[in-house]
């Protein structure tokens, strides 16, 4: 079998805020989620990945932490926590944290002290500078440098007392850490052992290319049309990064057994990086989360300037990684997470097709070489939200970007809920739909974001028993996982590469291959069958839909999707 347990393993990511809600407060906890652990079993899943649950203003929902070792109240106590990890190690998962070491949150006792006096011992754990030489502190363009936050406004905070600035790449509730400083160092490794200690399975490490920032920081390039600098080429893959994560490596996982898994969550990372951070002899990661194929849907404005692509761009995309990492290193795949917009209405038909379209997306996904990841309700093809208006969305991102395009670049404000809709990271937060109850069976109280209309329909209630449901579809891919050698370490091939509305890829090991075929377009579509001659006399492993035809017969429906193996 393969060399490493998580090559045929799938994760599965609880965000718990919007999970299940034990105790009707209207916001998702611990206890939600033990009673969920059926769930997570009937899917068959490896691991949980939990998004954060660690004591927090949640100016962020959690990826602003104060106390790395409390579980915040909102989600329940210690001893819950312990419940959960024995409830999922009983049936054979584990639970991998979310470490969110870039930033703090500004309420962390680190900051409070380093924010108390330039004299404080811990000044120097964050990023003070002084106004832009020549300017007042607190006058207009007197920020250190250029930079913009990816929440909008500028990527400086006043400290009025002190007359210096800190950094916050993120909120201005979120700090970020000065990795340069050793002891910053020492006392995120210590959390870390201190986390595995208590018998947890590995991390994700949130944002964890940007930790090492260009010395200097010097201003970033204004795009056209911008209102700040971009601090990206300035703080990712920075000149430290192997090496800070290599030696978090060797002071934290490297005298421990290979039951743990840590994967860094990276924007910008290109394949050439990837290689490096996740080669095994280099001991940093065991993998990435990149970015490219979630980015190509944005145009030159970013995230909320909407690019139409078309299945080319993205298999070809998926492709280059999964060749790029074919020698050394390993891929994580994912179509979701909390911060993307549900897959079914982005690159799928969450109308007519939403079943089927569901089904052919998880199956292109699941099947390529790499440790596939699920975002709760993905194994229900839940869709993004209807939002009404800019009152039904919650996250700082997406209301900051709002009051910046609107109240400041008087840019029109139904266009800008139209990008909203599209692209606000909200769509991934509304309630898991459990069941057709009120509240979606996530909470009996007042949810904190009002759940998906849909929910009467789309639910797990509905699709746990069924066969034709997209959980039983996921389920089975998962399965296949675990069975399949070639599909978990078997070589990818592209196969009818200039196709315009087929992704199609071979795996092979051995003598073994296995041919995927899905058509990610609501049109019919032909192709032709020479090109996949040598699974002519091959089993249809795999379909989602009823009637798959014995071997490939040269055309597919709408969003068919079909596996044959030989
Ligand atoms: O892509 C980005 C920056 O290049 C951001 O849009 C995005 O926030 C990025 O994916 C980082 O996400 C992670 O860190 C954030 C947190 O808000 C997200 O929820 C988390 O996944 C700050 O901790």
Redesign the pocket.
């Known amino acids: 079998m393969s060399d490493k347990w998580w090559q045929s393993a799938v994760v599965y990511q609880v965000y718990p805020r919007s999970f299940a809600d034990s105790d009707g407060d209207g916001i998702g906890d611990l206890r939600g989620i033990i009673e969920h652990l059926d769930h997570l079993e009937a899917l068959g899943v490896d691991v949980v990945w939990l998004s954060p649950i660690y004591a927090s203003p949640h100016d962020?929902n959690g990826?602003d932490i104060s106390d790395y070792r409390a579980i915040d109240p909102l989600f329940g106590t210690s001893g819950d926590l312990d419940e959960l990890l024995a409830g999922l190690h009983a049936r054979g998962i584990k639970l991998v944290m979310d470490l969110?070491v870039n930033h703090t949150s500004d309420e962390h006792p680190w900051f409070v002290e380093s924010a108390s006096s330039p004299d404080s011992p811990k000044r120097d754990w964050y990023w003070w500078r002084p106004a832009r030489d020549g300017r007042q502190p607190g006058e207009e363009g007197a920020e250190p440098n250029n930079w913009g936050s990816?929440f909008s406004g500028p990527a400086w905070q006043l400290d009025p007392a002190s007359g210096e600035y800190y950094l916050h790449l993120?909120s201005r509730k979120?700090p970020d850490l000065n990795w340069e400083n050793p002891e910053v160092r020492e006392a995120v490794y210590d959390m870390m052992n201190w986390w595995l200690d208590r018998g947890v399975d590995g991390f994700r490490m949130?944002?964890i290319n940007f930790i090492s920032k260009q010395p200097g920081l010097p201003d970033g390039e204004v795009p056209p049309g911008g209102l700040y600098g971009n601090a990206?080429p300035h703080i990712a893959q920075g000149p430290r990064i192997h090496e800070f994560l290599h030696e978090m490596h060797e002071r934290v996982l490297a005298g421990r057994d290979d039951r743990y898994l840590t994967v860094g969550?990276m924007?910008?990372v290109t394949i050439d990086d990837a290689v490096l951070f996740t080669d095994p002899e280099r001991g940093e990661v065991d993998m990435v989360f990149q970015?490219e194929h979630v980015d190509l849907d944005h145009g030159p404005g970013g995230?909320w300037d909407h690019r139409p692509i078309g299945v080319l761009d993205l298999k070809r995309n998926l492709a280059a990684w999964q060749e790029g990492l074919a020698e050394r290193g390993w891929n994580s795949l994912y179509w979701n997470n909390?911060?993307q917009p549900r897959v079914v209405s982005r690159f799928g038909d969450d109308g007519e097709h939403r079943v089927v379209s569901a089904k052919a997306l998880g199956t292109v996904l699941h099947l390529m070489r790499g440790t596939p990841y699920v975002y709760q309700g993905e194994e229900l093809g839940m869709a993004n939200v209807p939002f009404d208006a800019i009152g039904d969305f919650r996250d700082i991102e997406t209301l900051n970007h709002y009051a910046q395009a609107v109240e400041l670049q008087g840019q029109p404000a139904e266009e800008v809920l139209v990008a909203l809709r599209r692209t606000s990271r909200d769509n991934a937060r509304t309630p898991m739909q459990w069941s057709d109850a009120p509240g979606a069976g996530f909470t009996t109280g007042e949810p904190w974001i009002a759940p998906n209309p849909d929910y009467p329909e789309v639910n797990a209630a509905a699709q746990v028993g069924d066969p034709d449901s997209v959980f039983a579809h996921y389920r089975a891919l998962i399965d296949l996982r675990h069975r399949s050698e070639v599909v978990a370490t078997g070589d990818f091939t592209l196969v009818l590469p200039e196709h315009e509305q087929i992704f199609a890829y071979a795996r092979r090991l051995g003598d073994a291959s296995l041919l995927v075929l899905a058509n990610l377009s609501g049109e019919p579509a032909t192709y032709d069958v020479e090109a996949v001659a040598e699974w002519q006399d091959a089993e249809p492993l795999l379909a989602n839909t009823p009637d798959a035809a014995p071997s490939p017969t040269g055309s597919l429906a709408p969003w068919e999707a079909v596996v044959y193996a030989r």
């Open positions: 962020d990826y969110v990816f993120f979120q949130d944002v990206h969550e924007p910008g970015f995230k909390h911060d």
